[in-house]
């Protein structure tokens, strides 16, 4: 799905803020991605979702190497791919429903299709009610909801999430969590940027931790006892042969 | 006031730019000028049209009296004349104006003194011609037949009329040339203006997948919409100065200016210039918007 190889990320001539950045996602999968304000998740995930190239190193998304892919190639990937912006992005002329269903009409979907899938999204995160609401008339949890359905509404193949928890109190984050649960189990890769570590020990899963802008990557806590049981397991064979 | 697009809702929060405030209503403006200029030209042609066919085809022959010239009395030379012309391949009709014809034609420069019978009056023929005629040879015969006798063909006349009106019709298209220039400039201002004040949300949807034609799309129909709306403006306003003229001449009593009536078809031409406006403003405006966005990653 994604691989990263020695990557590195420059802003203009200031000096690296992502470094040898090497990983691997494979589908399927799900990741946080954690690490300290200002250790680079923001950038990681901008070049996640081909906000911008890097600078050094090997990008490959679905199969393709990013150095490769032309401009004109960009809108066709960059559908495949959701995004929840830390603050949102969401349009304030737009209502909810409008601003949901931006995706599916760049993609040309019929505008019949385009209200029943958008009203229903917004129905299955709890904002049934608020089709046509704007967003400055929401709150920050109803927003987010917002940001996640319009994320999501074309169901793509890689979900992105930048801090889905900041601006939200921990029962709502919790949701939200939940929420990318469900569409990880439904085949969605996801990898969720966040720092909240309370929320993250909830859920076991891999993490991609940056440390001033070098990654390390961080097995979930079943993997990391399967494989203690697997190296026990090989002791125990070596002192019986 | 701002004139608004008629479609709601546009990703792009394009009607609440300052560039919307003005667009419609210069597109008003440079429409109303631009009808103007297109009636104008369409009456100056109908005008010259009608002049150039009375005039073509008829020729006059005057026979000068010519007192204490060794000549033919005046009313024998002017047979002379009339059997020269009849004689002419090409001459359909020639026919010797009366006295009191000749009268009526002099009358507003003489007044009711060129009826007096002791002014010295030229003989008139009035000449249709149905063919070719040999002006040339034909001014030469009468000469010798008719001393006295001229022939005006009216090609001068002719030829200062179609000049006036190639140069009416010259001017308007340079006048429809700089409304389209200011067009383009305006729509590119416009639109130029737009992208930078939406920048945060083109790059958003060019995240989230949009083409650069979806974008473009989005200022594509915004200006449309305004040109379609300043142009109907522009365009009643110029139907409505046209009418005011129309009504202003009918009321003249000398009959020096044409009638400023369009023909039918002629208002269906000035119901292009807002559609060809709106044409221009969204080729205008895909161009600008496709050519700026090739600058974004």
């Known amino acids: 799905m994604i691989r990263f190889e020695n990557v590195g990320l420059r802003y203009g001539t200031e000096a690296e803020v992502l470094r040898d950045i090497s990983f691997t996602l494979q589908p399927g999968s799900f990741h946080f991605l954690t690490g300290a304000s200002g250790a680079g998740k923001s950038s990681l995930l901008k070049l996640m979702y081909l906000a911008h190239r890097p600078s050094r190193g090997l990008v490959t998304l679905f199969g393709r190497d990013m150095a490769m892919v032309t401009r004109r190639d960009l809108p066709e990937l960059r559908r495949q791919i959701g995004v929840v912006f830390q603050d949102f992005a969401l349009l304030d002329h737009l209502s909810a429903l409008d601003n949901v269903a931006l995706p599916l009409r760049m993609a040309g979907t019929p505008e019949a299709d385009v209200v029943a899938h958008c009203s229903e999204i917004l129905r299955w995160v709890g904002l049934g009610n608020h089709l046509h609401a704007k967003p400055s008339t929401l709150s920050g949890g109803q927003k987010q909801r917002v940001a996640i359905a319009r994320s999501v509404i074309n169901r793509p ?31 969605t890769t996801v990898v969720i940027a966040t720092h909240n570590e309370a929320l993250i020990r909830r859920f076991d899963h891999p993490r991609l931790h940056l440390d001033n802008g070098r990654l390390m990557v961080v097995p979930s806590r079943g993997s990391r006892a399967n494989e203690g049981r697997a190296q026990d397991a090989r002791a125990n064979d070596a002192r019986w042969e | 006031m701002a004139l608004r697009p008629v479609r709601p809702r546009s990703d ?15 597109t008003a403006l440079m429409a109303f000028l631009a009808a103007l200029a297109l009636a104008g030209a369409m009456l100056v042609s109908d005008m010259a049209q009608r002049w150039d066919n009375g005039l073509a085809g008829g020729l006059t022959v005057q026979v000068a009296p010519m007192p204490g010239a060794p000549v033919a009395p005046l009313d024998e030379r002017a047979e002379a004349a009339l059997t020269v012309l009849r004689s002419t391949p090409g001459i359909g009709s020639a026919t010797l104006l009366s006295g009191g014809e000749i009268a009526r034609l002099l009358e507003p420069w003489l007044g009711s003194g060129a009826s007096d019978p002791l002014l010295p009056m030229p003989r008139m023929i009035d000449v249709v011609a149905d063919g070719p005629v040999d002006i040339a040879g034909l001014r030469l015969r009468l000469t010798s ?20 009106a190639g ?10 040339l700089l409304i389209g220039a200011a067009a383009v400039m305006t729509v590119v201002f416009a639109v130029r203006t ?6 945060p949300v083109v790059e958003l949807l060019h995240l989230m997948g949009a083409t650069d034609c979806y974008v473009s799309r989005q200022f594509e129909r915004h200006v449309v919409s305004l040109s379609l709306r300043g142009g109907g403006i522009g365009l009643l306003l110029a139907g409505g100065t046209m009418y005011g003229l129309h009504r202003a001449s009918q009321g003249l009593r000398a009959s020096l ?20 406006l709106a044409l221009l403003a969204l080729a205008t405006a895909r161009w600008t918007v496709l050519r700026t966005l090739e600058s974004m990653p």
């Open chain 2, 167 to 176: 140069a009416i019709r010259l001017a308007a298209v340079g006048v429809l």
């Open chain 2, 12 to 26: 792009l929060p394009l009607a609440v730019d300052p560039s919307s405030r003005f667009l419609g209503w210069i």
């Open chain 2, 194 to 199: 737009g992208l930078a004040i939406h920048r």
């Open chain 2, 145 to 164: 037949a008719a001393p006295g006798a001229t022939l005006d063909d009216h090609a001068v006349w002719l030829a200062d009329l179609r000049s006036f």
């Open chain 1, 157 to 187: 193949r890689l979900l992105l999430a930048d801090e889905p928890t900041g601006n939200v109190d921990d029962g709502i984050g919790m949701r939200l969590l939940y929420l990318f649960e469900e569409l990880y189990k439904l085949g």
């Open chain 2, 257 to 276: 200016l044409p009638d400023l009536a369009l023909e039918p078809w002629q208002w269906v031409v000035l119901l292009l210039v807002p559609a060809a």
